[in-house]
T-cell receptor
Framework: NAGVTQTPKFRILKIGQSMTLQCTQD?????MYWYRQDPGMGLKLIYY???????DKGEVPNGYNVSRSTTEDFPLRLELAAPSQTSVYFC????????????FGPGTRLLVL | GESVGLHLPTLSVQEGDNSIINCAYS??????FIWYKQESGKGPQFIID?????DKRQGQRVTVLLNKTVKHLSLQIAATQPGDSAVYFC???????????????FGQGTILTVHP
C-alpha cells in the first residue's frame, strides 16, 4: 500500500489564484482529513469527511472547499488564494471507528505571494 | 517582531538518556490521546496512543502516561537515539461521539534534540 499520497509537493500561487490540492489513500479508510500547519505550530483541522458524499467543517474552514466523491480521494480547493493561506497542508485518513489513529501524507507546501 | 508561535518548547538530551516530553490537554471530556513524531519535511507519524480508561501504556522504547486529574499527558522515550530527534505532538480526541469522531486537536509541539 502507498498509504496517503498528496500532490503537488510544493506550489507557489499569486494572490487571487485558485488551485486544488490532491489527496488519495489506498487503505479503504472512510475517514479523511485536511490540516494546515503554520511554522512552529501544531496542526489545525480545515475539513474532514466521514465517507463518500459527506464532509464537514473543522476549526479553520474559511477560504477552502472540499468534496468527497469517492472513498479514495479527498481534494482541497482554494478559490481565491491569500497570503494567510501560506502553510504546509497535510491530508490524513483513518478507520471508521471514532478516535482511531490517523495516517498522514507527506504534505504540500504552499506559498502565496 | 517574532510570532509567539515560533518558540516551541525544546528538550535537549544526550544519546542514551531517557527523555520525557509533557503535554497539557484542554478538555476533560477527551477520551483518546495520541503522540505523533514529525521529522523535518515530513508528515506526522504515529508513535503511541492511549484511551482515557487507562493511565499508562507501553510500546517499544516508549511509554505514555495519562493523568486525568490534572489533564496531563507525557511521553517517555527510553535510551534516546539521534534518530529520535524531531518535533513531538500530542493530540486529543474530544469525544462526544457523532461528528466528533476522529476530530483531533493538536498541541503546539516540543522539539527534541538528541546529541551523540
Amino acid at each position: 500500500n502507498a498509504g496517503v499520497t498528496q500532490t503537488p509537493k510544493f506550489r507557489i500561487l499569486k494572490i487571487g489564484q485558485s488551485m486544488t490540492l490532491q489527496c488519495t489513500q489506498d487503505m479503504n479508510h472512510n475517514y479523511m482529513y485536511w490540516y494546515r500547519q503554520d511554522p512552529g505550530m501544531g496542526l489545525k483541522l480545515i475539513y474532514y469527511s466521514v465517507g463518500a458524499g459527506i464532509t464537514d467543517k473543522g476549526e479553520v474552514p474559511n477560504g477552502y472547499n472540499v468534496s468527497r466523491s469517492t472513498t479514495e480521494d479527498f481534494p482541497l480547493r482554494l478559490e481565491l488564494a491569500a497570503p494567510s493561506q501560506t502553510s504546509v497542508y497535510f491530508c490524513a485518513s483513518s478507520y471508521e471507528t471514532g478516535g482511531e489513529t490517523q495516517y498522514f501524507g507527506p504534505g504540500t507546501r504552499l506559498l502565496v505571494l | 517582531g517574532e510570532s509567539v508561535g515560533l518558540h516551541l518548547p525544546t528538550l535537549s538530551v544526550q544519546e542514551g538518556d531517557n527523555s520525557i516530553i509533557n503535554c497539557a490537554y484542554s478538555n476533560s471530556a477527551s477520551d483518546y490521546f495520541i503522540w505523533y513524531k514529525q521529522e523535518s519535511g515530513k508528515g506526522p507519524q504515529f508513535i503511541i496512543d492511549i484511551r482515557s480508561n487507562m493511565d499508562k501504556r507501553q510500546g517499544q522504547r516508549v511509554t505514555v502516561l495519562l493523568n486525568k486529574t490534572v489533564k496531563h499527558l507525557s511521553l517517555q522515550i527510553a535510551a534516546t537515539q539521534p534518530g529520535d530527534s524531531a518535533v513531538y505532538f500530542c493530540a486529543e480526541n474530544k469525544g462526544g461521539g457523532g461528528t466528533s469522531y476522529g476530530k483531533l486537536t493538536f498541541g503546539q509541539g516540543t522539539i527534541l534534540t538528541v546529541h551523540p
